[in-house]
């Protein structure tokens, strides 16, 4: 399962949305940081950030499709 941690309004967020379909990334849950002090403390100067929930795996942002596939190709 994967995680985009986000903002509303985020123009970076909007990006990474965008290199996401490009990469075909599987469905993922969309986590929004507004009103949330603790991830907000987590990720807030990070976001958007893919997260590969079963392992931990982070990918900050910037990123790309084909580095996003790269990601996703790792066990």
Request: charged share 30%.
């Amino acid at each position: 399962m994967l995680t985009l941690f986000q903002r509303d309004d985020c123009h970076l967020c909007d990006l990474a949305l965008a290199e996401l379909a490009k990469a075909r990334a599987p469905e993922f849950d969309s986590v929004f940081l507004d009103d949330q002090p603790a991830l907000e403390s987590r990720y807030g100067t990070r976001v958007p950030v893919l997260r590969h929930e079963a392992s931990g795996r982070e990918l900050d942002w910037p990123f790309d499709a084909v580095t996003v596939q790269a990601w996703l190709a790792v066990e």
